[in-house]
C-alpha cells in the first residue's frame, strides 16, 4: 500500500512512522527530519487539486490528513469528488474543532458532559456577562487557532484584556470573530481517541498532555510540551465510562445529524467531581498525543486505515501494546510568542539511531545532514519502557542527545510518575543500526 500524509510537524512524523512499517509512506510538504520513514513530496496540502494530482500519480491507496486546516477546509469532500479516500471527517464533520460554538452545541443537543457556556460575538454583552459570573473562567476562539486561543482568566480585569484583544484588537483574525465563555472546570485533564468508520468506534489506550510551557503548568499556553500513554489513574471503569457517556453519544449525535465521519475522534476530558466532561474537540490526531498513543498500537495503522476505508472497522481488533511511551517537547526559544529559528539542530543523527527512543521532527529545517530550526516545537523526544519511569527516564535522556542554541523543554512531564526517573548513564543506550541523517 502507499500513503500521502498531509502535514510536516511531529505528529505527521509519528503517522509516517507508524504507516512505513509496512507501506510506502509521502508526505506533503513533510520535513528534512522525516527522510527515514517518508519520501518527502513538496507542495500545499491547503491546494485540493495538487494533493489530488500527487495522490494519484503516486496510486495512494489513501490520503491521510495530519492536521486540522485541510479537515476545517474541506479536503474530505473535495478528494472524494475525484475518487480518493481520505482518513479524516467530512468539512461538516471537522466543524467539531472548526468551531467551539458548534461543538458546544453539538453537546448539548446530544446529551453529551461539557463546562456551562455561552457564546459571544459583542464585546460589551461579553463583560456583562462575565461581571455576573464568579471566576475563574476559560475564554476560548471560536476557530483555529494551534492550540493557543484559551484564556483562562481570574478576574474581571482579565477578561477585560482578553474579551478585548480576541473581539476588538482581532489578534486571532477571524477565527475570534466568536468567542465562548465557559466556566471553569476542576480536575485532571486526559486525553481520549477512537478510530471510526462511521458506524463503530474502537477506542485507543488514554493518554495525557501537559500544555502550559512551564514547570508547574505554568507560563503560557502552547500546543503541547508533552505527553504519555496510558495513563495509570485511567482505570478500566473509567474508560468504559467515557466509551458509552462520551465516545459513543459524540458518534450517535453524528450519525443522528448525517454528519459523515471516518476517522479520529479526539476527546479532551477533565476528571471532575461529577465525572468526566469534555473540554474540546479535535478531529485528528493530537499532538504530542499521537507521539504515544501510536507507538503502542500492536494492530498497524495501515490495516486501520483500510477498515475505515471500507466500513469494516467493527472486523478488525485495536491492540494496544504492553508498556508506556513518553514524549518530551523540544521548543525554540520565544516559544510560543516569536519563536528564534534559523539554528543548528545538533545530535538529531545520533538520536535517530537510539534503542527504545524515537526521534520525531516538527519545527525543522535545513537539509539532511545539515539540519536547522524552524518553528516553535521543534523534536518530538518519545522513550519507551516497561515502565512510564523507564519510559520518562528515556525521553528525557534524548532530550539531553538532541541539542540546538536557546532549546527549552518541561522537567516535569509526567508528574507524580516522574519521580526518581532513570538517568542516560542508568539507561546505557544503545546505539541501533538504522542509519542517520
Known sequence: MSYLVLGNGAREHAICWALSKNSDVHVMPGNPGMVLDADIVPGNPINFGEVASVAKKLSCSAVFAGAELPLVEGIADALASEGIFVFGPSRKGAMLEGSKAFAKDFMKRNGIPCADHQTFDNEKEAMDFVSKHPFPLVIKVDGLASGKGVHIVEDLREAEIAIKAILSEKTYGESGRVIVIEEFLVGKELTVMAFTDGKVIKMLPPSRDHKRLEDGD????????????????????????????????????????????????????????????????????????????????????????EAVKEGELERLPIVAKKGFAACVVLASEGYPGKPVVGLPVGGFNKAQTIENVLTFAAGIGGEPGKLLTSGGRVVSCVGLGNTLRMALGRAYSLAGVVDFKGKQFRGDIGGRYARGRTSIVDLRLKIRPRGGI
Open 218 to 305: 505554568k507560563g503560557p499556553m502552547t500546543g503541547g510540551m508533552g505527553s504519555y500513554c496510558p495513563v495509570p489513574d485511567a482505570d478500566p471503569g473509567l474508560l468504559e465510562k467515557i466509551k458509552t457517556d462520551i465516545v459513543e453519544k459524540t458518534l450517535a449525535g453524528l450519525q443522528k445529524e448525517s454528519i459523515d465521519y471516518k476517522g479520529v475522534i479526539y476527546c479532551g476530558l477533565m476528571l471532575t467531581q461529577q465525572g468526566p466532561k469534555v473540554l474540546e474537540y479535535n478531529c485528528r490526531f493530537g499532538d504530542p498525543e499521537a507521539q504515544v498513543v501510536l507507538p503502542m498500537l500492536q494492530t498497524p495503522l495501515s490495516a486501520v486505515v
